[in-house]
C-alpha cells in the first residue's frame, strides 16, 4: 500500500540554521503530497502541499519540490526561528485519506 | 476559517469504561476522521465517515466504534476502554474533492 517514509529527529537546530527534512513515498499512482506542522499543544496545520510531479509548495519560508523520478518530498528552510519548533509530518493522499509518516520533532535554539 | 472542536484536551478514564470523544466541524465538510497519534507511529486512521450514517474502518479499528447522526459531528466510542488505548486521538474533516483535511485540537486521554 501507500506509504511514508521521513527522517527520524529529533532535529536541534541554531537561529538562522538552513532545516531539511527529507521524505520519500510508495505509491502506486500520482498521490497528492502534504507538509503539516504540529506546534506544542495544538493539532495539525497544513504547511504546504503539491498536486503532481514538479510542483513546489510554499509557505511561510518553507519550501517542497514534488519529485516523481526520486519519489521523494523533502521539506526545506533557508533560515528558521526559535518558533518553527514543531513536529513535521509528511503525508500523501491517493483520494480523501492521508498516510502520514512518523513525524520529525524539530527544536531550534536561540 | 475552518473550525475543527473536540470536547475536551484532557480525559482520564479507567480501564472498562465506555468513552465517548466528540468532534464537531463548522465548514460543511462531507469528510470527518478520526486518528490517533503515538510517537515514532505518526498518526493513523482509526475511522472515516463521508456522509452521515455512513461510515468505513480505517487501519486500525479494532476496539472503536464511531456515530455520524448530524453531518457537523463525528463521534468515536471506546466500547470498554483499555490501557493500550491511551493516546492522543486527533479529529479532521475535509470537502469532497479536495485531500486538505483540517485537524482539531485533540484530546489526550489515559486509560488507568
Known amino acids: 500500500g501507500d506509504s511514508v517514509t521521513q527522517m527520524e529527529g529529533p532535529v536541534t537546530l541554531s537561529e538562522e540554521a538552513f532545516l531539511t527534512i527529507n521524505c520519500t513515498y510508495t505509491?502506486?499512482?500520482?498521490?497528492?503530497l502534504f507538509w503539516y506542522v504540529q506546534y506544542p499543544g495544538e493539532g495539525l496545520q497544513l504547511l504546504l502541499k503539491?498536486?503532481?510531479?514538479?510542483d513546489k509548495g510554499s509557505n511561510k519560508g518553507f519550501e517542497a519540490t514534488y519529485r516523481k523520478e526520486t519519489t521523494s518530498f523533502h521539506l526545506e528552510k533557508g533560515s528558521v526561528q526559535v518558533s518553527d519548533s514543531a513536529v513535521y509530518f509528511c503525508?500523501?493522499?491517493?483520494?480523501?485519506?492521508?498516510?502520514f509518516g512518523a513525524g520529525t520533532t524539530v527544536t531550534v535554539r536561540a | 476559517d475552518v473550525k475543527v472542536t473536540q470536547s475536551s484536551r484532557y480525559l482520564v478514564k479507567r480501564t472498562g469504561e465506555k468513552v465517548f470523544l466528540e468532534c464537531v466541524q463548522d465548514?460543511?465538510?462531507?469528510?470527518m476522521f478520526w486518528y490517533r497519534q503515538d510517537p515514532g507511529l505518526g498518526l493513523r486512521l482509526i475511522y472515516f465517515?463521508?456522509?452521515?450514517?455512513?461510515?468505513e474502518k480505517g487501519d486500525i479499528p479494532e476496539g472503536y466504534s464511531v456515530s455520524r447522526e448530524k453531518k457537523e459531528r463525528f463521534s468515536l466510542i471506546l466500547e470498554s476502554a483499555s490501557t493500550n488505548q491511551t493516546s492522543m486521538y486527533l479529529c479532521?474533516?475535509?470537502?469532497?474533492?479536495?485531500?486538505?483535511?483540517?485537524f482539531g485540537p485533540g484530546t489526550r486521554l489515559t486509560v488507568t
Open positions: 479532521a474533516s475535509s470537502l469532497t474533492g479536495r485531500f486538505e483535511q483540517y
Open positions: 503539491a498536486t503532481k510531479a514538479d
Open positions: 465548514m460543511d465538510h462531507e469528510n
Open positions: 465517515s463521508y456522509d452521515v450514517k455512513m461510515k
Open positions: 505509491a502506486t499512482g500520482y498521490p497528492s
Open positions: 503525508a500523501l493522499s491517493p483520494d480523501y485519506k492521508l498516510s
